[in-house]
Structures are given as C-alpha cells and as structure tokens.
C-alpha cells in the first residue's frame, strides 16, 4: 500500500494505492481540504494519518463489492487524465485538449463527482455544445476523444460502479462542405501571391496538398534534385508561441515520396540562389538557426506557420479574391486531380491520408465527371430496351413506308415486264405474217 499528494485546482487530495481481496489495484481519493499554497507539511501529515488508519481488508469485510467512496470531482479526474497523457501528444493536440478542459469545467463546475456521473450528465453536456455554443458534431467528437477514454480508464481503476460512456449514441459525422478554388481561380491566385514572400509556399501547396506544418517543415535534404522527388518527413508548429520542430507527423501515411515537378523544382532552384544571396548581403546578421530549412525570411527565420495563414487572407482581402483558408489550397488539389479523373486511391496516397474512406468521404461528391458518365450509361441502356411511346409511333410510320415503297417499286417492274413480253409477242407475229406471205409467193 502506498499513497501520495494529487493537486486539483489548487486543493491537496491524498491518493492511496491499494489491493483488494481480489488482487486488483485500487485507489482511493480523499481531499485534505488544504489549499496548495503554503499547505504541503500538512498535507503531507494528513497523507500519513490516512495511510496509518487505512485498512483495505476491513474495508472489504462488510461486502465484497468494490466501494466508489472517492470524493474526486469529474472535471479534476479529466483534467489529470490529460496531464497524464501529455508525453503522448504532439503539442498541438495537448493544448487543444486543454482548451477542450476549459469548457468542460465551465458547464460541469465543481461540485460533481467523478463516481456520481451518469449517461444523461454526457448527454446535457453533448446537447450544450450544440443549442447553446453552436458546435458541430466534429467538435463534439474532440470531446468525446477526452470523456470517453477518460471514464473508461476510471472504470477499469474501480473509481466508478460503471461506465457511463458505454451508453452514448454515437456520434454521426457531418458531412463536411469544402471551400476551395478551381484551375482559373488559382490561376489567379499566383499571378497574385507571385509578387509576394509566399509565392514559392503557395505554389507548393495548392500543387502538392501538404499540410502547412509540412510545408513549413519541408528542409533542402527532402529535396533530391538529381532523382527527381520530395519527401514529407517533419513538420514545424507554432504552439503558444513556442516552435516544435518535429520528424513524428500526423499519421503514418503522411511520411511520403512524391515526384518533384519540374514547375516546382525550377522555383526551388531559384529560392535557393535567394538564400545564398541574402545570406551574403546579412553576413553575420543572418540566422543560420533554420539554415536547413527551404521556407525562410530574407534574414534566416523560420516561416511562422500562423503568419502565413494571416498573410494569405490578407492577400485575398486585398485583392478582392474568393476568401477560402490556407489549408483550402489542400482542399483545391484534391479537387483538380478529381476532376482529372485520378483514382481515389492515388489521390489518398498524393495527400498522405492515413486510410482509403478519409479520402472518399471528403472528396468522392466533387468527382462530377464519373456521376455524368454513370447517367449517360444507365440512360442508353435503358434508350436500348425501353423505347418512347413517340418514338415507337415514328418508328412504326418510317416502317410502313419503306413497305408501301417497296410495293410501289415492285409494281412498276411487274408492269415493265408485262409490257416487255407483249411486244416480244407482237414482233413475233410479226415475224409469221411475213414468213406465211413468202410461202404463198
């Protein structure tokens, strides 16, 4: 048996770990009462009283059932169910998580506990996000990422009779509606950003699709000049400020090769001469820090990923453009190797989608070309088997007259023929009258 001191907003709870009569881990949680600040002697001597008059076995002596006598609140369990996790999680994911534990102490407060939490508790808070916030059903998948295994894990630990969780709907995926921009329009897009610091960013991203992180990550040795190809294998984030530079991507999927077109590669050659020209122009003043990586400023700084996002709305503002997000420019090539026919598989591995459905659902509607030739199949071959009732009449028209004219053309030639033999008979009575005059003379 051991136990220790958990801090939940602000308030020392001392944690004892256990064993039942049955050999399964417990623990028990108990508040001190005692705020954090200027508190931990005791606290601590309050942890040792506990631990001095625990006695599991006695515990268990009255009933055999496992005792949910914990006082945790729900939103403290949540909140170290997370800090717990945090090795886990890419820095952007953590945070977003945190922001998530924002709202969840906002309607949950502080006076539920983690073993009172029913089913209809998840559901109010579910039916919250979307009356009174106005969230989609995405956002409520992000939540349900946290409560679900959170609750699971404090059934598995004994902390809970059961899991409420275990009897939620499930939540339906809304069908997402993509802005994006077609050939003309990013056409027009680059005889605008060209004339910018993002023209070479741009330009990447509505051809390739990559995400801004990799973008922003992509360094000179992914680059192979020589064989032709681009490789997506770190990104960069911009997290509160504080870059994380990272070779651990989305998914495993988004560690790719592709071919290095030659329109990108001309504008890489060409950002490269940049760099060495800029780096002789700052001397000592430029920063080599990021000196492997291909999207820097003019003195060494690394692409700031969320000042790219606002600079490029800012350029469409300006210029009077469609508005659609950064990260639309991924939306837009998906949407032009649709429209050039491109498999959904090729497409999927073009993206770096971790599994074949990602793709389909988000792209397969805007694949308009394949729905016509699918109409124009089912149409004649129907055409074939089913004709119009007008066009049965007019066949049936045609039909009789190419009867009535085969008859007509049949009768002039019974008639020529007649004709014919009656003259052939009159030549040869002809022909015995004189004859029967020779005789006679």
Known sequence: MTGSLKVKNGIYYAVINYKDNYGKYKQKWITT???ERGNKKEAQKFLKEQLDKFNPEETYKQSPEPQFDNDILFVDYVAQYIEDKKEELSPAVYYGYRNQMNVIKAFFGNKLKLKDVTY???LDFYDYLKKERGNKNITLKHHATILSPALRKAYRDDLIPKNPYEFMPHIKREKIRMNFYNKDELEELFKVTDKTPLKLIVRVAAFYGFRRSELVGLKWD????????????????????????????????????????????QMLLERKNEIEHNK????????????????????GDIFDPNLVTNRFRNIL?????????????RHSCASLLVACKIPMKNIQEWLGHSNFNTTADVYSHLDYTAKYESAN????ALTNTIEQPAKIVEKQVEEKQEVEMVKDENLDDEIAELERKLEEKKKE???????QRDFEM
Not at 225 to 254: P, R, W
Not at 320 to 326: E, G, P, T, Y
């Open 33 to 35: 009462g005692l705020k």
């Open 429 to 435: 009575q002809e022909r015995r009258k004189r004859r």
């Open 317 to 329: 503002k300006r210029n009077h453009l469609k508005q659609i997000r950064f990260h639309d420019l």
């Open 280 to 299: 002789e122009i700052f001397g000592k003043s430029y920063n080599y820090k990021y000196v492997d990586y291909v999207f820097v400023d003019d003195i």
């Open 222 to 265: 992914a680059i192979d000049f020589e064989n032709k190809m681009i490789t997506i294998k770190h990104k960069v984030l911009n997290v509160k400020g504080v870059y994380y530079l990272s070779d651990t991507l989305k998914t495993q999927a988004s560690n790719r090769t592709l071919p290095l077109l030659p329109e990108i590669e």
């Open 120 to 122: 209809h508790h998840i």
């Open 377 to 380: 199949a089912i149409s004649n």
